[in-house]
């Protein structure tokens, strides 16, 4: 009778939701499902037109198709993700979830790269690591300190030039973006939380992808649901601000301040309402270039967007609200250049599988060590985008160090168009021959990103907001850049983990977050990742 009684009073609490990224839906959607909230009081905001935040995907095939990012899950790791897809039914057919679509994917593309680090147009032997027995001592040692101990080192203050030069290296920065200046202990939560892709690292064999990009295989269900359930999605709306109450419990949101079309207006929020806020954004200040125009960078002076805005001002009120300084402070060294390549001719694709040995969709990145900008590029099953035509062909890649000059292009990754991106890679794969069909027929839309490698900054504890911030009483941060201990960011599991941990806090529910996996307990993952470190 308590748990009626409680279930009852849970259904007219209201929620509002700063943010339209995938751990506001995520919130909404564990809203419903665990706390018995009714989708009509459930209100997100987003500032811009569409939901989604970072996991975007639009365009056609005149204009191009956009995608700024791409995504890699993992069965053992993203038990969370997982979770709520076992829940979401598939547009394709209803009598599914979007888990099991993914599953049946999954089942007929199979991941084996056969070329995953290319070096002078040559594949390397990548069975090999690279290792010294000083390489070896030192990712052993990280792996065992404990995060205080390492504090905000970058990564490079813990190991020896030769590591970065190892073809270990290259696959694992490649795999997770990081760079040699990112924080130590984003790397050691990596190694640990993906030891067991050690064995598999060089054949992506552990990775698993979604049918289509993510906005249309993730997002676009979500949402769905989500209004199918009632759930209010206001887009052109951005919260400015929150006022807070002290009452006998802690201290609560009483108010949020918002602009919607242009107009402020404030919405009263009572003590039983609930606020979740996304802080900060990794696709901030995003540009897109063309095929003769690159892509600019907007946050040389400063740009972000509301999301940053907001955790300033709530930082600036309380210290227990993080320090989003240490995260977009650094341009130069959170930024990288992705390209979306949209193709009306098929020799592209027919030389990349004649080169790799693999069908698109079961080879992922294949990385050119010896390019100056560090540039990847991956060939997912095609079509890549809901309703793109046979004829159409997509594919994505990005570049790390897009200050650097070209090795066929003499001009650095961000000063180039579309057309000097593609140019350069097809220097580095020798289809020199083909340049000029396939530059006729392709459309390369360079995407700038300053802050997309943000979260992974040098930090200590306190950087981060906890999920449910001490003191308060319907307060909860999402998404990339809260604190939740053990687990890695820039991974969808992350925001949708911070969602489900939101939602049971701020609602007491007797429930536990899925499981975090922890492969290095295990003998069996240990005994295969200590065979790769052996090589």
């Known amino acids: 009778m308590a748990n009626t009684d409680r279930s009852a009073q849970r259904s007219e609490v209201k929620a509002y939701l700063v943010g339209g990224g995938i751990a506001s839906l995520a919130s909404a959607a564990y809203l419903i499902r665990d706390g018995g909230l009714q989708g009509r009081n459930i209100t997100i905001f987003e500032e811009t037109p569409l939901l989604g935040g970072s996991l975007d995907g639009s365009g056609s095939p005149d204009q191009g198709y956009v995608i700024r990012g791409g995504r890699m899950f993992t069965y053992e790791a993203y038990t969370c993700t997982f979770d709520l897809l076992s829940f979401i039914p598939s547009l394709s057919d209803a009598t599914k979830t ?37 390489d070896r001592l030192e990712l052993i040692e990280i792996m065992a300190v404990s995060e205080a101990s390492l504090g905000d080192k970058r990564i490079e203050d813990v190991f020896s030039p030769s590591f970065f030069t ?58 769905n649901w989500l209004k199918a359930q009632g759930v209010n999605l206001q887009t052109g709306t951005a919260v400015t601000d929150l006022d807070f109450v002290y009452g006998p419990k802690g201290k609560g949101v009483e108010r949020l301040h918002c602009i919607r079309d242009g107009k402020p207006e404030m919405i009263a929020v009572s003590a039983d309402d609930l606020v979740f806020v996304t802080n900060g954004s990794m696709t901030t200040a995003s540009s897109l270039g063309s095929m003769t125009r690159p892509a600019a960078l907007l946050a040389k002076d ?32 959170s930024k990288w250049l992705s390209f979306t390549v949209t193709m009306r001719d098929p020799t592209f694709f027919e030389l990349m599988e004649k080169f790799t040995g693999n069908v698109a969709g079961t080879g992922g990145l294949v990385t050119f060590t010896d390019s100056n900008w560090l540039m990847s590029v991956v060939l997912a099953a095609q079509p890549h985008f809901i309703g793109q035509p046979d004829s159409i062909k997509v594919f994505w890649g990005y570049g790390l160090f897009v200050d650097q000059v070209g090795n066929f292009v003499k001009k650095k990754m961000s000063d180039c168009s579309g057309e000097e991106i593609l140019t350069e890679l097809l220097g580095h794969l020798r289809f020199e021959t083909h340049k000029e069909l396939i530059l006729r027929t392709s459309n390369c839309i360079p995407c700038m990103m300053p802050y997309i490698t943000s979260q992974f900054m040098p930090r200590v504890k306190g950087d981060r907001p ?48 899925s499981m975090l996996y922890k492969a290095q307990y295990d003998p069996t993952v240990l005994f295969g990742a200590a065979k790769t470190l052996a090589h």
């Not at 049946?104 to 090999?128: M, W």
């Not at 308060?472 to 999402?478: D, E, G, K, S, V």
């Not at 599991?493 to 007797?510: F, K, M, N, P, W």
């Open 466 to 513: 906890p999920v449910k911030p001490p003191g308060t009483t319907n307060l909860a941060f999402i998404g990339q850049y809260c604190e939740i201990p053990d687990d890695v960011v820039f991974t969808v599991e992350y925001s949708v983990r911070s969602a489900q941990t939101a939602v049971i806090a701020l609602l007491g529910l007797d429930k536990e977050v």
């Open 98 to 134: 979007v888990k099991q679509e993914i599953y049946e994917f999954n089942e007929k593309h199979i991941p084996h790269s056969h070329a995953r680090l290319v070096r002078g147009g040559q594949k390397v032997d990548v069975t090999n690591m690279g290792f010294s027995n000083q």
């Open 302 to 333: 400063g740009k972000t967007d509301g999301s940053w805005a907001l955790w300033e001002k709530l930082a600036a009120k309380d210290a227990r609200f993080g320090r989003p300084s240490v995260f977009k402070g650094k341009i130069d060294e």
């Open 166 to 223: 190892t073809n270990f290296w290259y696959m694992w920065v490649t795999t997770f973006a990081f760079q040699p200046w990112h924080s130590a202990v984003e790397l050691k939560r990596y190694l640990h939380r993906f030891i067991q892709e050690f064995p598999r690292i060089h054949t992506l064999g552990g990775v698993r992808r979604t049918p289509y990009n993510q906005y249309d295989s993730i997002v676009l269900p979500v949402t």
